[in-house]
């Protein structure tokens, strides 16, 4: 003879579930926050490489950092926007280079650009990365930076 739960019990049960749910979300929130700052540092290079693929082309190339009417990114040829990074309000993004930000980086026929740095911040985490002017190979260099 088989015996089946009772209300009380599966009620009981699902309490349970639910209460070590909620215990564990919380955690869980950095780390989601951690990939969306990873998944644009992986598009923000695609973009850099897009970039150097053009100019050799001959055209007129620049990544420009804007914040109006939200922050974002922008690929743009001959002054104008051909792709763009839209990102959260809580995101800020900076384009350093010797430790001066920079609104625009430019390259040139050969898709070179001057060595310089993406930094982006959200609220839990930052991240920073080098990329080389020569060749746009991209280095984590986040271990330096503190989160907020």
Same mark, same amino acid.
């Given at each position: 003879?088989?015996?089946?739960?009772?209300?009380?019990?599966?009620?009981?049960?699902?309490?349970?579930?639910?209460?070590?749910?909620?215990?564990?979300?919380?955690?869980?929130?950095?780390?989601?926050?951690?990939?969306?700052?990873?998944?644009?540092?992986? *598009?923000? !290079?695609?973009?850099?490489? /897009?970039?150097?693929?053009?100019?050799? *082309?001959?055209?007129?190339?620049?990544?420009?950092?804007?914040?109006?009417?939200?922050?974002?990114?922008?690929? /743009?040829?001959?002054?104008?926007? !051909?792709?763009?990074?839209?990102?959260?309000?809580?995101?800020?993004?900076?384009? !350093?280079?010797?430790?001066?930000?920079?609104?625009?980086?430019?390259?040139?026929?050969?898709? /070179?650009?001057?060595?310089?740095?993406? /930094?982006?911040?959200?609220?839990?985490?930052?991240?920073?990365?080098?990329?080389?002017?020569?060749?746009?190979?991209?280095?984590?260099?986040?271990?330096?930076?503190?989160?907020?």
């Amino acid at each position: 003879m088989t015996r089946a739960l009772t209300l009380i019990e599966t009620l009981a049960a699902i309490l349970l579930l639910g209460m070590a749910f909620a215990l564990l979300a919380p955690g869980l929130a950095p780390v989601s926050e951690d990939a969306k700052l990873d998944a644009f540092i992986a *598009r923000f !290079v695609d973009l850099d490489r /897009r970039a150097r693929l053009l100019a050799r *082309r001959g055209d007129i190339i620049e990544i420009r950092n804007t914040s109006l009417p939200s922050p974002a990114v922008s690929l /743009r040829l001959n002054d104008e926007a !051909v792709a763009m990074i839209e990102l959260p309000p809580e995101y800020r993004v900076e384009l !350093v280079a010797d430790s001066d930000a920079l609104d625009v980086v430019l390259f040139d026929r050969q898709g /070179r650009s001057i060595d310089y740095q993406i /930094r982006c911040r959200n609220g839990v985490s930052a991240r920073r990365y080098a990329v080389s002017g020569l060749t746009g190979f991209a280095v984590d260099v986040s271990s330096r930076v503190e989160s907020p």
